[in-house]
């Protein structure tokens, strides 16, 4: 299953932008769904992930307080709200979908799948 992330762009720092990850089914929405972003020349790094359901919710300490995600299981969408943008969020955010469905707790990074095409954040200063 491959899931299609969007809404990215280019802002200045301070700005907001939302991103949206759009999964083909709506079966995709019984697994959690996890953001993650890749700088130029650095690896994938975790952001933020909801249980399937949208109560379980963690963050990476870089965004904890500025983004929030969100889901939409009615709409097959999962959000990336990102506030007060720095420089250093700019990448290339991608989104994924555990591998196991109803699962209980937020998955490792190993257990994702269904990597897509990211979309493109730049901040400027």
């Known amino acids: 299953v491959q899931l299609q992330a969007s809404g990215g762009g280019s802002v200045q720092a301070g700005d907001s932008l939302r991103l949206s990850c759009t999964a083909p089914t709506r079966n995709t929405m019984f697994y959690a769904i996890a953001w993650f972003r890749q700088a130029p020349g650095r690896e994938r790094e975790f952001v933020a992930a909801s249980d399937w359901a949208g109560v379980a919710k963690d963050y990476a300490a870089a965004v904890k307080g500025r983004f929030t995600i969100s889901r939409s299981n009615a709409e097959r969408t999962v959000y990336l709200q990102m506030n007060s943008l720095k420089p250093e969020d700019t990448a290339i955010y991608y989104c994924?979908?555990?591998?196991?469905?109803?699962?209980?707790?937020?998955?490792?990074?190993?257990?994702?799948?269904?990597w897509g095409q990211g979309t493109q954040v730049t901040v400027s200063s």
């Open positions: 994924a979908a555990d591998n196991k469905k109803y699962r209980a707790t937020i998955p490792q990074e190993g257990e994702y799948a269904g």
